[in-house]
């Protein structure tokens, strides 16, 4: 199975700021089926993200998605303060789909 | 809107059947695929697995020996049943739809909180 390794583990910034979230997989992630969701307390994940790049309906084009192969990015452009929360990486391409542990974007 | 709510119950002793189930609303069953996924602090969130309309399951190989789901297609419902629990799959449940198999997870139900003591 594929592993999701993410990084950092916690990122801490002040509204406003520019956010970098990595996700790197154990192998290549077949045409890009990689996904990115948000997640805040008590909360299920919400779909941001998917085929690497693809905003899911709804979500502001101040979320972003790069990569291929096995290294993506999640970057989130002038936070706001609903964007706090845990950020999670999926596959999707292979069977079984897995997820990274997720990264914490909390206010500074 | 779709919506999925889920239940079932909260608290089990080991060895017990963890059963859930999951209802959608507000759109169409057939033709999507339905999820069971679980999230714990020692092993994060976690695939259980799958199924279609048509009752076509794909399952984590790490449950698959436990794992049963199922569909009642006549009542908008998908299943989940776990046999032979431990403290291990104390975590919460999470139901989701996918538009294809090959797809991420785009509505997720509220989750129920499973105990196993």
């Known amino acids: 199975e594929i592993v999701l390794t993410q990084s950092p583990g916690t990122l801490s910034l002040s509204p406003g700021e520019r956010a970098t979230l990595s996700c790197r997989a154990s192998?290549?992630?077949?045409?890009?089926?990689l996904a990115w969701y948000q997640q805040k307390p008590g909360q299920a994940p919400k779909l941001l993200l998917y085929?690497?790049?693809t905003r899911a309906a709804g979500i502001p084009d101040r979320f972003s998605g790069s990569g291929s192969g096995t290294d993506f990015t999640l970057s989130i452009n002038r936070l706001h303060p609903e964007d706090f929360g845990v950020y999670f990486c999926q596959h999707y391409g292979s069977s079984p789909w897995t997820f990274g542990q997720g990264t914490r974007v909390e206010i500074k | 809107q779709v919506q999925l709510q889920q239940w079932g119950a909260g608290l089990l002793k080991p060895s017990e059947t963890l059963s859930l189930t999951c209802a959608m609303y507000?759109?169409?069953?057939?033709?999507?695929?339905w999820s069971w996924i679980r999230q714990s602090p020692g092993k994060g969130l976690e695939w259980i697995g799958d199924?279609?309309?048509?009752?076509?399951?794909n399952y984590n190989p790490s449950l698959k020996n436990r794992v049963t789901v199922s569909v009642d297609t006549s009542k908008n419902q998908f299943s989940l049943n776990l046999s032979s629990v431990t403290a291990a799959d104390t975590a919460v449940y999470y139901c989701a739809r996918k538009i294809v198999e090959i797809f991420p997870l785009d509505v997720w139900g509220q989750g129920t909180t499973v105990t196993v003591s």
């Open positions: 507000g759109g169409s069953f057939g033709g999507f695929f």
């Open positions: 085929g690497a790049s």
């Open positions: 199924i279609n309309h048509r009752g076509i399951t």
């Open positions: 192998q290549s992630v077949g045409s890009n089926y």
